[in-house]
């Protein structure tokens, strides 16, 4: 199978910086007064002195980092004594003691997975805009989601649009609207059922917001002061619940590859992992972009969801059901026979087939296909969302073999019933060779996600979970391949 590796290499990048909260946490409340305290006995003019040092130094790498600043100031005001005058140049100052920087991709830039950009305006004839998704690691090894922009043309020449020196990743908000149905299954799943919780969701309308949330809590332990003390546990999974299900808006000012979605909800505080984006389309033609990751909270993974239409706002969310509890979850680009369709992984060595009426709920999937071929003994799984084609439903696969060596793989699926695989490559399609065996995580070539476009197979992939190669395949040659 003849596979053209192109020149492109991305690599990790330590000078592109997330500015984020230093140390506000209310547990180390005496050192916050402390600090505060410092620069408030400060003069006017030293203070002046030291903040603009700092502005001099981190102004050029970030975007309206004063505006941050402020921001920072307000969280922890509340541990500035009352009636204690701060001058503007303090409480500037201040949020910067509070502010710190974090190389999201200073470890690795990897995992990637590419759709069609959602603007395809201006283009010569010929020419496809796309959007490449990265995992970004930093320090602690946590993951976080970066983009990239970049064409092809029809002379499949790529190019990719350089990178935005600055960073940004908002705060999360809570999610615009709940639907108490959707939310009483997940707390069910959650093991948090019972009079409580009946009690709470009785009080909520058949959509309510975090803060209708809140209120009917809040009325509730008024009612009975005992409530909150004798339901402690199923009171903080709610929250949890409603903490894990949020959004995101990006401005318009922030180039698309400067939005970083970045772990800060305790679900997914250790790590945002392995996105595979999907450009989906519904019957009736309208498109929406999904992606399926993993969350990870330093000691549990949990599958969760996102959906955008312009890459600014994104509506993050759990799933539930017993499809869901393991990696590698990848969605249909459309419904087959109604029904939303997933293929996944459940025990850590098959591949499982799911179909679900919710996107959000996914029942017990059914076994696709297992280990075959000494290369993929171990492990077998899924490398992004299903590709359709005329000949069937392309999905490209890992498989791991000795030396714990992870190699990509492909299969075809019948288009009416994707159950029924018709065709395996039983040569992997990319393995890790002499010139991509070392890195972050050796012996590893892996992917989140190809497009076809055309005749062509765009293929972004991972080389040992350090960097990313982008490789160009001949569709028909691939699918005749896969028909023998």
């Not at 969310?317 to 499809?323: A, I, M, P, Q, V």
Request: charged fraction near 25%; hydrophobic fraction near 35%.
């Amino acid at each position: 199978m003849n596979v053209n590796k192109t020149n492109i290499y991305l690599k990790p990048d330590s000078s592109r910086v997330l500015i984020r909260k230093f140390m506000t946490s209310d547990t180390e409340q005496e050192r916050i007064k402390n600090i505060v305290a410092r620069v408030i006995a400060l003069s006017e003019e030293e203070a002046r002195t030291n903040y603009e040092e700092t502005i001099e130094d981190f102004n050029p790498r970030h975007f309206k980092i004063e505006d941050v600043f402020i921001r920072h100031y307000e969280i922890i005001e509340k541990h500035i004594t009352a009636g204690v005058e701060v001058s503007e140049i303090k409480k500037r100052l201040i949020g910067a003691y509070f502010t710190s920087e974090y190389a999201l991709e200073s470890a690795a830039l990897f995992n990637p997975s590419i759709v069609r950009h959602p603007d395809q305006k201006g283009l010569p004839a010929g020419s496809l805009r796309f959007i490449m998704s990265l995992r970004a690691i930093g320090e602690g090894h946590i993951s976080s989601i970066t983009f990239r922009e970049g064409t092809i043309d029809k002379g499949h020449s790529i190019t990719l649009k350089e990178p935005t020196h600055f960073v940004v990743a908002p705060e999360p908000l809570t999610r615009s609207v709940y639907s108490k149905k959707i939310f009483k299954n997940k707390i069910n799943a959650l093991g948090a059922q019972g009079s409580y919780t009946h009690r709470i969701l009785k009080g909520l309308k058949e959509e309510f917001t975090f803060e209708e949330l809140v209120a009917c809590m809040n009325t509730l332990h008024k009612k009975d002061e005992g409530v909150l003390r004798e339901n402690a546990i199923a009171h903080e999974r709610i929250l949890w619940l409603a903490y894990a299900n949020y959004e995101l808006e990006f401005s318009e000012e922030w180039p698309l590859s400067s939005r970083i979605i970045f772990p800060y909800t305790s679900s997914d505080k250790n790590g945002i992992e392995d996105a595979r984006f999907v450009e989906f389309r519904e019957d009736d033609g309208s498109t929406m972009y999904y992606a399926t990751f993993v969350a990870f909270d330093g000691k549990a993974i949990m599958p969760k969801m996102l959906k955008t239409s312009d890459f600014k706002h994104f509506s993050i969310f759990t799933l539930s059901g017993e499809g869901v509890y393991n990696k590698g979850m990848a969605l249909f680009p459309r419904r087959i026979g109604g029904k939303y369709a997933m293929i996944g992984r459940q025990d850590g060595e098959n591949l499982y087939l799911m179909f679900s009426d919710n996107i959000e709920f996914w029942p017990k999937p059914k076994p696709l296909l297992r280990p075959k071929f000494p290369w993929e003994f171990i492990q077998i799984g899924n490398c992004g969302s299903p590709m359709e084609t005329d000949k069937g439903w392309l999905v490209l696969t890992h498989g791991v073999g000795p030396m714990r060596e992870y190699s990509l793989g492909a299969i075809l699926l019948d288009k009416e019933d994707p159950a029924r695989v018709i065709g395996q490559l039983k040569e992997p399609l990319l393995h890790p060779g002499h010139s991509s065996r070392n890195g972050y995580v050796p012996n590893v070539i892996y992917t989140c996600g190809a497009l076809v476009y055309e005749s062509t197979l765009i293929l972004p992939y991972a080389v040992s979970d350090y960097a990313t190669e982008i490789a160009l395949v001949d569709l028909d040659e691939l699918l005749k391949q896969l028909s023998k």
